[in-house]
């Protein structure tokens, strides 16, 4: 799908025009998720492959996290390795981004990207949790890895986390190991990789958008839980 126009711009090589995909079919020119995403407040993202210019906005983004914000040290608190880790993230990894207007407010990662069981990490900026971001994120992330021909996907969460392993598990994950952190895994011939890969019309339907569930229990401590 064409993630930069609009309904009156110009959509010459894109896949459909108009930024509400929500009766889209899909083409053979679709990346492996539709990268057109209304959020819990009815607010609309585009969640695409990173760019060169991205990793400078990612790092001042980083630099918003608080304390309550981190988890096992990450994204660092210091400029200078926040630097370090996003450039190895760009190097290593698979990336995809979350933007609203001209903002980037979310980030996701698989790495590296030469195993058959690479490990993901997703974090959305505090000012942008809660709405869903970041498990669209992690939607974009299994589609790409089951594109991509990977085994399966893997991620640590502390086992206090109640609500990220509550969301993990929704998303198809499930529980290998309680030692500390909470090992989790995705095979990617599940049912769910394959449904995060299908068109807007057949994954919803024309739907309008959800609004926030008054029975979530979120915390900042993984930005990567948002439902």
């Not at 760009?90 to 001209?102: I, M, Q």
């Not at 309680?178 to 339907?205: F, K």
Request: overall charge negative.
């Amino acid at each position: 799908m064409s993630v930069d126009t609009d309904d009156h711009g110009d959509d010459t090589g894109a896949a459909c025009g108009g930024w509400d995909g929500s009766e889209c079919e899909g083409t053979v020119h679709c990346p492996p998720r539709c990268p057109r995403f209304v959020d819990k407040l009815g607010d609309r993202w585009t969640v695409r492959p990173v760019e060169p210019g991205d990793a400078d906005r990612l790092i001042e983004m980083y630099g918003a996290f608080t304390i309550e914000h981190r988890a096992q040290g990450i994204p660092p608190a210091a400029r200078k390795r926040r630097v370090e880790w996003v450039e190895s993230l760009f190097e290593r990894g698979s990336n995809v981004v979350a933007e609203r207007g001209d903002r980037l407010l979310g980030h996701a990662v698989y790495t590296p990207t030469d195993v058959d069981r690479p490990e993901i990490a997703v974090f959305v900026h505090p000012d942008a949790q809660g709405r869903g971001v970041g498990t669209e994120l992690c939607r974009h992330l299994i589609a790409d890895a089951a594109a991509a021909g990977r085994e399966a996907l893997e991620l640590y969460v502390t086992v206090d986390n109640k609500a990220a392993i509550h969301v993990y598990r929704t998303l198809g994950f499930e529980t290998v190991e309680r030692d500390g952190d909470v090992h989790m895994a995705l095979p990617l011939e599940d049912p769910i990789a394959t449904e995060v890969r299908w068109p807007p019309i057949v994954r919803d339907g024309p739907t309008e958008p959800g609004g926030d569930d008054p029975g979530r229990h979120d915390t900042p401590l993984h930005p990567d839980h948002n439902d």
